[in-house]
T-cell receptor
Framework: QKEVEQDPGPLSVPEGAIVSLNCTYS??????FMWYRQYSRKGPELLMY????GNKEDGRFTAQVDKSSKYISLFIRDSQPSDSATYLC????????????FGSGTRLQVQP | DTAVSQTPKYLVTQMGNDKSIKCEQN?????MYWYKQDSKKFLKIMFS???????INETVPNRFSPKSPDKAHLNLHINSLELGDSAVYFC???????????FGPGTRLTVT
């Protein structure tokens, strides 16, 4: 079983829809949680960064962390065709190793 | 004003050859990483350097050797290339004690 599980999709939604992307994880030591967006043939781009449990909002993006359920989410409001990309969740424990453990990514397609 | 840059962007070579990939960051970060992304988009840590010191060395064949001449540079040398080494290699950097990692554009390696 992988440490971080993420549905690969593809997830296809119409423009303007609210998108929900999720990851579950098994390592209770994870404290830092990130969402990256990766366009085809590009490097991952950091979207959201949260520490421990709670919500964080940035424009159309909201990240939620529920450590009790080991579950994190990324919501995209008013989705646009330009949001079409692969979304990767990533997480790491505090201190020690600084490497991120990634999910396998969810491919999102926003139809105009 | 590229934050994390990699060269070359594409690398096509034959089995058995030796090749190097270079990475540079101008963010003033002191930790740098090499990740490998396979054909299923799964990103996996290979190495990490903090202040030119190797701190993470995952289970990677010893044909792969990272070198960090200074805090801003991390190179990856690969000896005796094999077909299975074909992948996209990403360099990333972060500031110590923070989890936010910034990725380069990737080097697409194809071994024929």
């Amino acid at each position: 079983q992988k440490e971080v599980e993420q549905d690969p999709g593809p997830l296809s939604v119409p423009e303007g829809a609210i998108v929900s992307l999720n990851c579950t994880y098994s390592n209770s030591a994870f404290q830092y949680f990130m969402w990256y967006r990766q366009y085809s043939r590009k490097g991952p781009e950091l979207l959201m960064y949260t520490y421990s449990s709670g919500n964080k909002e940035d424009g159309r993006f909201t990240a939620q962390v529920d450590k009790s359920s080991k579950y994190i989410s990324l919501f995209i409001r008013d989705s646009q065709p330009s949001d079409s990309a692969t979304y990767l969740c990533a997480m790491r424990a505090q201190g020690g190793r600084r490497a991120l453990t990634f999910g396998s990514g969810t491919r999102l397609q926003v139809q105009p | 004003d590229t934050a994390v840059s990699q060269t070359p962007k594409y690398l096509v070579t034959q089995m058995g050859n030796d090749k190097s990939i270079k990475c540079e960051q101008n963010l003033g970060h002191d930790t740098m990483y090499w990740y490998k992304q396979d054909s299923k988009k799964f990103l996996k840590i290979m190495f990490s350097y903090n202040n030119k010191e190797l701190i993470i060395n995952e289970t990677v064949p010893n044909r792969f050797s990272p070198k960090s001449p200074d805090k801003a540079h991390l190179n990856l040398h690969i000896n005796s290339l094999e077909l299975g080494d074909s992948a996209v290699y990403f360099c990333a950097s972060s500031r110590q004690a923070l989890g936010e990692q910034y990725f380069g554009p990737g080097t697409r390696l194809t071994v024929t």
